[in-house]
């Protein structure tokens, strides 16, 4: 005879506002097989759960409905202390009467009928649930970091240091990422090559870190533990073991004026290069669709300039198959393109440039040497405008989120500006100014009383050219009045957006994205750098924009992540897996063809003599990921997947 | 029931644990508001919805069902929401061979970042269940035939 117990929690004030707890917990209380139904205000909380524990060992309880947040949120609590009152945690469900309950109607009755509703449901289900054990399974010792960003460099170092092995791949040509293309680092000013710089030859030399540069991930399988990755080698043509670095090839190649990206079309650079000098590895590549060799069939230059003999173009996509247990991934993110702006005029304009580029421009290892100069003729600016939340918080025509740095870069800018420019003149048209973090407000303040940022609490409407300058008209919306500028320079702040194949390659690994294609975390608060996919994890700007020192310590947080999952010999799995009945199987084999895992084998019965009496389906739990689609396959109803069984679902339905 | 009155139309929604349910938490996160019409069943993917649920729900008396998972290409399961699909195209036929009107059982992609579109979805469902109004026609089939045994 069931035993149910049925814990409602009023969340505070968030379920017992609108659904009418003390109605819910009498009528659950009235249902054939609920032993205990009762409502406490925060059951999530200590009092709370151990009175769930007292309950159980009170009542005897066969099995517990907390009728509360949603699964994703609270299941595995319950389920913990339903284990540690000595109740199967497995006999736990939670009904989800907040998130898709008390928070989205208005009606506190139609809510609270819905409660009963949900709260029924679940009894049902949960008097015909099983007692289930977690599932073994082995795990691989080798994390995969997915960019060599700052982010990236940081996990793949620490998981490193703590002695377990990294594979890093990056698809550039070179570790680095953006952080390798800024000039200085606000709150601090320190040069960011000086301290990026150091930390990619660490990871390249590191002996417990495998380096793939020009590398990309060409498919992921397996699970949690063990994941199978496979990646494409993009041709070099070069040979890295050959190349020593030299850089004559690159002296030598006649393709000059090729736009450089890593300067963001700033500078030039040739056909075979490395993005810049402190390139790690310092290995260059040939841009095959620049390259006169690849166009014309003629020139080799290169291969005649270089004395070990590492040009190779015959060269071709090489793959890699790696056995992987853990994945990081920080694939950071892009600037937008602000054309979509006309009023300001990139794009149209040279000397309207976007904070990037003129990170490039502040930068010494730039395209100007860390000199100030207008992109058009290569004179110092005088005035320069800057305009923050160029795409960001702007839903009509860029994006509705804020950046994040934007604030802070700029502040940096107009510092920059007015170290390198004496007399120089800085206008900064902002909405708000967002100085969060430690020593970041007093930083904005420094720019603005020692360095004399002119800040505008305004938009601007349009840039246009006039007589040499760039015309900027917009609004002081704190004197209450129209602003025009004559500027030689425009920055735009533009906003931060996810990688443009973000989407594609989230269904790569199979991790969740948001509508901007932001990679989605577990839990926002609570499981920040775990993707919704176990064995996956978030770091750097591929899950928000983020500045450095965020993106370093959610790195450090997934390498802490890695490294418990490396702490185990065995790794336990939910153990929601497919079961078969093999007494009922007829052996067609439809759920062969219907898993996506190949978790499910041919098994021969035997009978004493040894003979094949009947061959049957059997499921490899270790492979099996609970996706239930054999069991809908099943023409016999032989398959069954444990916690979501034919028997509890209908149950559901007739509980409703 | 009289006429002034409104149907308020059960319905009874199948969706998977990774997207749509997912979004359906993002709703409520966002705080908002849709009719509450609907009662979800979670299931770890749309793979594992038979139409046998489906039937289920009918039989149960929903006038309405719906079924959504993650859009193409995204099932974290790689292709669950495909086979879904697939089954559900034949069954869409079967259905209306069998007497029950397609339109009362809804099929969409429905992601976890999709909060604004699952509120919308359900107050289009509902509101097009009740358009169609209760589904008599198969409660009077069920008296006639005795009702269902309970489990």
Known sequence: MAKIGVFICHCGENIGAKVDCTKLAAAMGEHPGVAVSVEYKYFCSDPGQESVKRAIRDNNLTGVVVAACSPRMHEATFRKACAEAGLNPYLCEIANIREQCSWVHTDSDQATEKAMDITRSMVEKVKRNNKLQPIEVPVTRRALVIGGGIAGIQAALDIANAGQEVVLVEREPTLGGHMAQLSETFPTLDCSQCIMTPRMVEAAQHPKIRLLTYAEIESVDGYIGNFSVRVRMKSRYVDIDKCTGCGDCITKCPAKKISSEFDCGLGKRTAIYTPFAQSVPNIPVIDKANCIYFKNGKCKICAKTCQCDAINFDMEDTFEDLEIGAIVVATGFQVQNNTMYGEYGYGKYPDVINGLQFERLASASGPTAGKILRPSDGVEPQTVVFIQCAGSRDPSKGVRYCSKICCMYTAKHAMLYSHKVHGGKTHIFYMDIRAAGKGYDEFSRRAIEDDEAAYLRGRVSKVWQENGKLMVRGVDTLLGRPVEIAADMVVLATAIIAQPDAKEFAKTIGIGYDEYGFYNEAHLKLRPVESSTAGVFLAGACQSPKDIPDSVAQASATASKVLALFSKDMLEREPVVATNNEATCAGCWGCVLACPYNAIEQKDILDRSGKVIKRVASVNPGLCQGCGTCVTFCRSNSLDLAGFTEKQIFAEVMGL | ?151
């Open chain 2, 1 to 151: 029931m009289p006429m002034s009155e409104t149907f308020e139309p059960e319905i009874i929604a199948f969706v998977c644990t990774y997207c749509t349910y997912a979004g359906a938490d993002l709703a409520g996160t966002s705080r908002l508001k849709y009719a509450p019409n609907v009662r979800i069943i979670r299931l770890p993917c749309t793979g594992r919805i038979s139409p046998m649920f489906i039937l289920k729900a009918l039989q149960k008396g929903a006038d309405g069902v719906l079924i959504s998972g993650c859009h193409p290409g995204d099932c974290h399961f790689t292709h669950g929401n495909y086979h879904a699909r697939r089954r559900w195209m034949v069954f869409r036929a079967l259905l209306d061979f069998i007497g029950i009107p397609p339109e009362r059982v809804k099929y969409s992609w429905i992601s976890a970042a999709e909060g604004v579109k699952f509120a919308e979805f359900i107050n289009s469902v509902t509101e097009d269940i009740r358009k169609l109004g209760p589904f008599e026609q198969y409660s009077q089939l069920i008296e006639q035939t005795q009702a269902p045994a309970s489990l």
